[in-house]
């Protein structure tokens, strides 16, 4: 109990010094919590990802159409349950800030492949049978104040023209890191009106998503699909979802590195901020110390007022910096442009690891400090000065 004042009094020796240090480590959290948001946000479509799914392309790009022909030949492979087919529809719904994917999709087929899209049964069915209806996520509903029965229209860039979808569906995410913003249209509706506008387009898919028994076979799958297709107009490139979205992390994986980096360094900074502290407090108790040591303190109870010194320092910061994050990182998602991270949470792991981070700083910065002054001879601390 007298080791605890001690230490209290420590802290409040120097009131505006403690009070900078706790400030610069609640900062420094705060900031390691925004940097590893971001980074998790970013890798979100990564952890959504199936391992029961293998993503079929083409295999120049992404960009290039398939033949639907090619459905029937892939579903026909072993160790396939179920294929279905996706297209990047595009579009711009009110103005081009608005940003959600917005796919057409193979009604029949394609909620029976992502099963972690959550519908009613009788929307499903109401999807199904309207050419020009759609589904959308809940986070959709929520921005723009939509309901069942509702028009989106969108002004389309990839496929030209008006289009105006009936909102007749609303799918809620299953797991947290499925993307609860996708607009989701019929691919038979912009079949059909490709067929009436420009034939040429017709009969194209973006990509197919197969659902495999055994994940364990996936690699041995993925390239019969491929040896279906070789040597053909339109070769494929099939590979499991994870890595299909690796893909596309690929084109910005030096940013987010650096971020990746970033946190880390600022867990450096911390420790420097309060390294200092202690090293500058520990050089002004030299003499302090020698006195409790002729008093009868031990080693023991050095460690314990500069070891609990630092520590308490380091957890004050890293409470009230993890407290701060909460309303930092809502208040940088909402200045964000709407729809470019539809999941920008802070994670239990990013809180994990700040906290486990305070908790070293505050070890670490108390070792060369305790050294110190366990090593120092009674009669040197005592004549010290200054």
Not at 10 to 21: A, D, E, P, Q, S
């Amino acid at each position: 109990m007298h080791i605890i004042k001690l230490i209290v009094k420590n802290m409040l020796r120097h009131k505006l010094r403690t009070l900078l240090t706790v400030l610069g480590i609640a900062i420094a959290v705060v900031a390691f919590g925004l940097l590893r948001t971001v980074v998790t946000a970013w890798y979100a479509g990564v952890d959504a990802s199936s391992a029961n799914r293998l993503i079929t392309r083409h295999s120049v790009s992404f960009i290039f159409p398939l033949p639907l022909a090619y459905k029937d030949r892939i579903s026909k492979i072993d160790g396939i349950d179920n294929v279905t087919y996706a297209n990047w529809f595009g579009g711009v719904y009110i103005d081009k800030k608005q940003f959600f994917a917005r796919l057409a999709v193979d009604a029949e087929t394609f909620f029976d492949v992502y099963p972690e899209l959550m519908i009613p049964k009788e929307q499903l069915e109401a999807f199904k049978r309207e050419r020009n209806s759609c589904v959308i996520g809940e986070q959709l509903v929520q921005r723009y104040n939509l309901k069942i029965g509702d028009i989106m229209p969108i002004e389309g860039d990839i496929y030209p023209g008006r289009w105006e979808f009936v909102i007749r569906g609303i799918y809620k995410p299953r797991d947290k890191t499925t993307d609860p913003s996708n607009m989701l249209i019929q691919w038979q509706y912009l079949e059909e009106r490709m067929k009436e506008e420009t034939p040429s387009r017709a009969g194209y898919v973006g990509w197919y998503i197969a659902q495999i028994k055994d994940p364990n076979n996936s690699a041995f799958i993925s390239g019969q699909i491929d040896e279906q297709f070789k040597n053909s107009p339109a070769e494929t490139k099939s590979e499991t979802e994870r890595a299909f979205q690796q893909s596309f992390m690929a084109s910005v994986s030096a940013i987010i590195t650096a971020m990746d980096v970033m946190s880390f360094v600022i867990i450096g900074i911390i420790l420097l901020v309060l390294g200092n502290t202690m090293v500058m407090s520990a050089r002004e108790r030299v003499r302090e110390y020698a006195v409790l040591k002729t008093l009868g303190f031990s080693t023991f109870h050095l460690i314990g007022l500069i070891g609990g010194e630092s520590l308490t320092i380091a957890i004050t910061g890293g409470i009230i910096g993890i407290g701060l994050a909460f309303p930092m990182i809502d208040g940088f998602a909402a200045i964000l442009p709407k729809g470019w991270f539809p999941i920008f949470n802070l994670e239990p792991i990013t809180l994990l690891l700040a906290s486990i981070s305070a908790l070293m700083v505050g070890f670490l910065a108390a070792v060369f400090p305790i050294q110190r002054a366990t090593s120092t001879k009674i009669v040197d601390g005592l004549r010290q000065v200054g």
